[in-house]
């Protein structure tokens, strides 16, 4: 009798047990899948030397790396390129259920890139960027720079040396005291019209080195240079960038200056453009011009100077991105 009982209640209990486990599979698989991502390894490292402390209205620096929103997104984005990282990985939280898709707008998306790669110093920016991301939820960006260390150190002691020279007395404002650079830059600096047409690429006229050495930029140059200056007198400054996709009738865009200087007069902070590249013409007549037309102007005096016998629409930027400009200015 009681082996006949055990017969019938051994195998009722391997039964139940299944039954129960089963039944608690997925809530035990929950629970285990959590304490994996809690577990997951998230490796911060020191931002480089050229490390902005700086943050944005569109874009604000972060040390949150756990994302929840499209903007917590853009803002580790912007943290990396900006601490000048060659890659760095993070991990979409169960919460957010949309972070691999919103990942996945924002790193196809060359518009967003570019308005992003704009707010870091220059020789923090990025000439590529890739993004590697997984069905776990690991999210890996592998940033891709322009300048080489070997670059920066000679444009570092090229500008030191002028910053020198050219910083040897006091001035009356900040208005005066960027004028002797940016004056400097257009003096030194042809417009490289073989670049631009497509026709030559021998100089390297498209970043700070161009204008430094060999005396010829495009708007990516003078604006590069003017951004490395601006970083060094100390004047918390960003680029602004009009792209292809956003001005249908230009092939290549345009970049220029934004910088936040103090008013005297108005006694108040405020964010202005330099466009050196407009301050620096192509002339017909072959002669070399200085303009301050666009130094240091709101966004309502750059669009009457674009208004001129040839009008202007490559400042016609978009101000979702450049958020500073919504303001007066």
């Known amino acids: ?41 998230l490796v911060v490292l020191n931002g480089n030397t050229y490390t902005k402390d700086k943050s944005y209205k569109y874009v604000a620096l972060t040390e949150e790396y756990i994302p929840y929103s499209y903007q917590d997104l853009l803002n580790i984005y912007y943290s990396a390129i900006n601490s000048g990282w060659d890659q760095f990985t ?28 704009n707010y870091v110093h220059p020789f923090n920016s990025f000439t590529n960027i890739k993004t590697s991301m997984k069905e776990t939820g690991e999210i890996t960006i592998y940033i891709y720079y322009l300048y080489t260390k070997e670059e920066i150190d000679k ?14 007395k006091d001035f009356e404002d900040d208005y005066e005291k960027i ?33 430094l050495f060999d005396g010829l930029a495009t708007c990516n140059g003078y604006t590069d240079l003017m951004a490395i200056f601006l970083s060094k007198m100390g004047y918390d400054n960003y680029k602004i960038a009009t792209t292809p996709n956003e001005i249908s009738y230009s092939s290549t865009g ?47 005096e750059m669009q009457e100077a674009d208004k001129g016998e040839t009008v202007i629409e490559e400042h016609n930027f978009n101000k979702m991105f450049y958020l500073e400009f919504n303001e007066r200015s």
Not at 3 to 25: A, D, N
Not at 188 to 211: H, I
């Open 254 to 300: 345009h970049i220029w200056n934004a910088v936040k200087i103090y008013d005297k007069k108005e006694n108040i902070w405020k964010w202005l453009h330099i466009d050196l590249t407009w301050d620096d013409p192509v002339s017909n007549d072959g002669k070399d011009y200085l303009f301050h037309k666009y130094f240091l102007v709101s966004t309502s």
């Open 90 to 117: 993070f991990y979409c939280p169960s919460e957010y259920t949309n972070c691999l898709s919103d990942t996945e707008k924002i790193s196809g998306d060359e518009l967003i890139l570019t308005h992003l790669n």
């Open 179 to 211: 004028k002797v650079v940016h004056d400097y830059i257009v003096n030194n600096t042809k417009y490289d019209v073989e670049r631009n047409e497509g026709t030559s690429q021998k100089y390297n006229s498209y970043t700070a080195y161009g204008p």
């Open 155 to 168: 444009i570092n002691t090229k500008v030191d040396s002028l910053m020198k020279s050219l910083m040897n």
């Open 1 to 41: 009798m009681v082996k006949h009982m055990k017969k019938v209640i051994i195998p009722l209990f391997c039964l139940l047990f299944i039954g129960l486990t089963l039944y608690f599979l997925d809530p035990i698989t929950n629970k285990i899948v959590e304490k994996i991502e809690d577990e997951k390894p």
